[in-house]
């Protein structure tokens, strides 16, 4: 059974900098697909970056340059490094992660992902 645990989120100030974490369990091998989802009030669940089994990376646009995405695959644990952070970040971020054995590349398609974590909430305020 394949568990997601997010933390890291948290309350900062514009152009601050959070790094969320995820440790996922139940996994035999790094043969899967990992990446951040976040969802604001009133607003539906969008993909933020993705990294695939090839180490290939896909980033939301209004992101790249800002987040990095990245994952240590011997402790399973997929990291979210944010930087300059805005209003417009704020949201609940869900870690995700897709069945094991196949190669993926890096994507931000919620089809994708299997399991999901239960969330943590990222506030920026002014």
């Known amino acids: 059974q394949v568990q997601l645990v997010e933390s890291g989120g948290g309350s900062v100030q514009v152009g601050g900098s959070l790094r969320l974490s995820c440790v996922a369990t139940?996994?035999?091998?790094?043969?899967?697909?990992m990446g951040w989802f976040r969802q604001a009030p009133g607003k539906e669940r969008e993909g933020v970056a993705g990294?695939?089994?090839?180490?290939?990376?896909s980033y939301l646009p209004s992101v790249k340059g800002r987040f990095t995405i990245s994952k240590d695959n011997a402790k399973h644990i997929l990291y979210l490094e944010m930087n300059n952070l805005k209003p417009e970040d704020t949201a609940i971020y869900y870690c995700?992660?897709?069945?094991?054995?196949?190669?993926?590349?890096?994507?931000?398609?919620?089809?994708?992902?299997?399991?999901w974590g239960q969330g943590t909430q990222v506030t920026v305020s002014n």
């Open positions: 990294i695939g089994t090839d180490g290939s990376t």
């Open positions: 139940g996994y035999t091998s790094s043969s899967y697909l």
């Open positions: 995700a992660a897709s069945g094991e054995g196949l190669s993926y590349a890096g994507t931000r398609t919620r089809a994708n992902y299997n399991y």
